[in-house]
């Protein structure tokens, strides 16, 4: 079977209605597998000598999440620098970026024939597309020039659809600019995720980045509220200028003042020259205030009067100066409750909020676990020089159904730990991450801690075993819940006490005193 005129036309016409990107990219490698019954296809964009998965077909879900530099994948490098259709041999020793990737792909199982179909635009490389299968002679059948046809064709639609989001960022910069700056899109911030919760911070970001409004992005702890900062800074007028980073809380509140408004020389013991605190570096550009719920109070009322009159003042002198900068505060806490309290200025709060970003829980982007899993395994490849890093279906599952209290962060550490313990593990350079690598288990298999409650969450001395003391009853509670929290990290003790929150040495001491048996 040749892929005819008819067939292109059909493709054509179905990548070029009215979907988004998202869709029409899946749709073109839908018809791609049908007609040319490969065993896997890929879309790939070209932007910064790496490969970036635009759509998938035939591979794991995590790849959609990875990024393939070219001079790591020859096979890549090669399509690259074509400049023309790519057939390689099915007895090539060039390395395949997909080995191992593709589902029900047995160990010794590797990929045979493979295809790579460049895609320009203005002779500019701006993709690719890959096409593998198992049987060496799978894509025979197909010419050369009806390969290319395929290419032509894809290349528009992805031409179209990233000139379509360059021109919606410049719209939005235009709406609050009369000298739009052209924002290069090797500049950009990548946020990864495709949940609409990520969709809809990432258009907000977009919309608020061209203004010169304040911005507190709101977050747990590890939702990536750094990278939303760097996003807003990039995609504005201030982009050629600093980016000032200050964390709040790793701020010791006796040079807490100094760090933020600078000192000038003999203002104070220990102060021995002239001194720019972070408002005078960031003159011009962004000070990214990280953990703002933690500034002490009488520097929120200082920071509130640069706010509003743009007035810097440091210690020691009593002139004063104009600087113009766009604050960037993140915190972790609810600073409404903060301010009840009595530990926030509520009018600093409102000079803050001009308008708040909420950074998402990965808890509640799930959807998004594949990708930036798919993302974190590929630089931990990188960083640890393996020739291969998959995940295999049951750690994905795994990483699926775990809560993840310490969001995006904790899935980082986690799989980077998990990496090493699996090449630590392996010795043929072909290295899978397992569920056994993992500190976690599945939330929903979590064993409940065990409990001295009763009926109604009441204290019954009868159900709380034979405890005839407090002395016994808090021994037993507390083997219990060992043996418990132990039994769900597979008998790992390191594991087990960093569950607990506790030193593994007190914790074997704990265990022996309560006669555990290890």
């Known amino acids: ?91 090539s020793e060039l390395p395949d970026p997909y080995d191992g990737l593709i589902p029900n792909q047995g160990d010794e199982l590797k990929v045979h024939a493979c295809i790579g179909l460049p895609l320009y635009a203005n002779e500019r490389l701006i993709g690719a597309i890959t096409i593998d299968g198992f049987d060496p002679q799978q894509f025979d059948r197909f010419t050369n020039s009806e390969l290319r046809n ?9 031409n179209n659809a990233l000139m379509i989001d360059k021109l919606e960022k410049l719209a939005l910069e235009s709406q609050n600019s009369d000298s739009v700056m052209n924002v290069s899109m090797t500049d950009d911030v990548e946020m990864i995720g495709q949940s609409a919760n990520m969709q809809a911070l990432t258009h907000e970001i977009n919309v608020v980045a061209s203004t010169d409004l304040n911005v507190l992005i709101l977050g747990e702890t590890g939702t990536g509220k750094e990278l939303v900062a760097k996003a807003v800074h990039l995609g504005s007028e201030r982009k050629k200028s600093s980016l000032v980073y200050l964390n709040c809380a790793a701020l010791p509140e006796s040079i807490a003042e100094s760090e933020l408004f600078g000192h000038v020389k003999g203002a104070f013991t220990g102060a021995i020259s002239h001194r720019s605190g972070k408002f005078e570096l960031a003159d011009k550009g962004t000070l990214f205030l990280d953990e703002i719920g933690e500034l002490p109070l009488n520097l929120q009322a200082k920071l509130l009067r640069v706010l509003q009159y743009g007035d810097l003042q440091k210690i020691g002198d009593d002139r004063s100066r104009k600087v ?64 291969s890093l998959t995940l295999t279906p049951a750690s994905l599952h795994l990483l699926k159904q775990y809560q993840w209290p310490g969001n995006v962060r904790e899935l980082e550490h986690a799989l980077h730990r998990a990496a090493v313990l699996a090449k630590a593990q392996t010795s043929d350079g072909l290295t899978k991450i397992h569920p056994q690598h993992f500190d976690i288990v599945e939330s929903n298999s979590l064993p409940q801690p065990p409990s001295l409650l009763g009926k109604n969450n009441k204290f019954s001395p009868n159900e709380a075993s034979e405890a005839t003391s407090l002395k016994r009853a808090t021994d037993e509670f507390q083997a219990n819940f060992i043996l418990h929290t132990l039994s769900g990290h597979n008998g790992q003790w390191a594991a087990t006490a960093r569950a607990l929150k506790v030193d593994p040495g007190n914790l074997h001491r704990l265990a022996k005193r309560l006669e555990i048996k290890r």
Do not use: W
């Not at 016409?13 to 791609?32: E, H, M, Q, V």
């Open 1 to 91: 079977m040749t892929l005819s005129q008819t067939e292109l036309t059909r493709i054509a016409l179905d990548i070029t209605s009215g979907l988004s990107n998202r869709d029409r990219f899946s749709r073109l490698l839908d018809i791609i597998r049908q007609n040319l019954n490969c065993d896997a296809a890929a879309l790939l964009a070209f932007q910064g000598q790496q490969f970036t998965p635009l759509a998938i077909n035939g591979l794991n879900e995590d790849v959609l999440g990875r990024r393939f530099l070219v001079e790591e994948h020859p096979r890549l490098e090669a399509i690259a620098r074509a400049g023309d259709i790519v057939r390689f041999p099915s007895d």
């Open 150 to 158: 395929l290419s032509a064709i894809a290349s528009v639609s992805l």
């Open 324 to 387: 113009d900068v766009r604050i960037i505060a993140a915190t972790n806490k609810d600073l409404k409750q903060e301010i009840l309290a009595g530990n926030f200025r509520a009018d600093l709060y409102h000079r803050l909020s001009v308008f708040p970003l909420l950074v998402p829980a990965l808890r509640d982007r799930g959807e998004d676990i594949s990708l930036l899993s798919g993302y974190f395994v590929e630089r931990c490849r990188q960083k640890l020089g393996i020739t």
